[in-house]
């Protein structure tokens, strides 16, 4: 039973911006800190950014000032609004929900792909 629902990948070329959506449960959304993570090809799943419910962000270094997390409370949906993106972004996003207070990720969803062209 899919719990998160991403959507908002393609392709675009470098420079360029695209908005991830991640829908879920309400539940979920309340009781998680909601994140995005990224996955390229042959290396390990990374951790992007985060948002908790009281809308405190943490992003990574490599998406810092490119990147911005978000949430809509009355639709259970968080955002990844990526901008001047980079052929080294090129990655499946995934979304996930973790509990607070925990390092693991407790729900995914099923990815979405972002490819960047030079």
């Known amino acids: 039973q899919v719990q998160l629902v991403e959507s908002g990948g393609g392709l675009v070329q470098a420079g360029g911006s695209l908005r991830l959506s991640c829908a879920t449960s309400g539940s979920i959304f309340s009781d998680n800190v909601m994140g995005w993570y990224r996955q390229a090809p042959g290396k390990q799943r990374e951790w992007v950014a985060d948002?908790?419910?009281?809308?405190?962000?943490n992003y990574a270094d490599s998406v810092k000032g490119r990147f911005t997390v978000s949430r809509d409370n009355a639709k259970n949906t968080v955002y990844l609004q990526m901008n001047t993106l980079k052929p080294e972004d090129t990655a499946v996003y995934y979304c996930?929900?973790?509990?607070?207070?925990?390092?693991?990720?407790?729900?995914w969803g099923q990815g979405t792909q972002v490819t960047v062209s030079s």
């Open positions: 948002i908790t419910r009281a809308r405190s962000t």
């Open positions: 996930g929900a973790r509990l607070y207070g925990s390092s693991s990720v407790t729900y």
